[in-house]
């Protein structure tokens, strides 16, 4: 059964950074594309990252560029997304998904607020 | 960006009625391959957005077979051949074909 955990989150300061992880189960990890997708509160969904198994094939966001950097670990299962810079907008639940074009999101998500 | 549309925004439905959300996209979904990108979630009160049918018409494993999709180009339905009290959420459609993936505002299905 697939199984993603995300894990992470927290209260930040505007300008802070934070490093939020999701473990996958179920699956070969290294042979998928995977994703990150965001809800802000009272708001719909956002892909913000996606890359591919072999970590070759990146992309962001306009809203995140140059500020987040998604990475993995494929000997761990794990996927990261590295936040920098953070601002207010980007307080939300952020989900990580197995695949990219067809996103297939499994866990419970992880809550980031950013606020001073 | 493409914007997706969804509408109605709000569909108060009867138990054991039918429903159907429409979904539009700004521009064409067919990529280079010929696969259309075309999805549905469903986030139900206090859960997780959970996709129930990819590539316009390809039901998960566990989804219903009263879920089903259809569509193409730019025109896209759900629909939901007998609601059952267990389907109340907010429903998205949401392309991935031309980055960045984006979805629709929502659609709230909720019984009357």
């Known amino acids: 059964q697939v199984q993603l955990v995300e894990s992470g989150g927290g209260l930040v300061t505007p300008g802070g950074s934070l490093r939020l992880s999701c473990v996958a189960s179920?699956?070969?990890?290294?042979?998928?594309?995977m994703s990150w997708i965001r809800q802000a509160p009272g708001r719909g969904l956002e892909c913000l990252s996606y890359i591919s198994g072999n970590s070759d094939d990146t992309n962001y966001a306009d809203s995140v560029k140059g500020r987040f950097t998604i990475s993995r670990d494929n000997s761990r299962n794990s996927l990261y997304l590295q936040m920098n810079s953070l601002r207010a907008e980007d307080t939300a639940v952020y989900y990580c998904a197995r695949y990219t074009r067809i996103p297939d999101l499994r866990g419970q998500g992880t809550l980031v607020t950013v606020s001073s | 960006d493409v914007v997706m549309t969804q509408s109605p925004l709000s569909l108060p439905v009867t138990l054991g009625q039918p429903a159907s959300i429409s979904c539009r996209s700004s521009?064409?979904?067919?990529?280079?391959?010929?696969?259309?990108?075309l999805n549905w979630f469903l986030q139900r009160p206090g859960q997780s957005p959970r996709r129930l049918i990819y590539?316009?018409?390809k039901r998960d494993s566990g989804v219903p077979e009263r879920f089903s999709g259809s569509g193409s180009g730019t025109e896209f339905t759900l629909k939901i051949s007998r609601v059952e009290a267990e389907d109340v959420g907010i429903y998205y459609c949401m392309q991935g074909t031309h980055w960045p993936w984006t979805f629709g505002q929502g659609t709230k299905v909720e019984i009357k």
């Open positions: 179920g699956f070969t990890f290294g042979d998928n594309y």
């Open positions: 521009q064409g979904l067919v990529y280079s391959t010929g696969d259309t990108f």
């Open positions: 590539q316009v018409s």
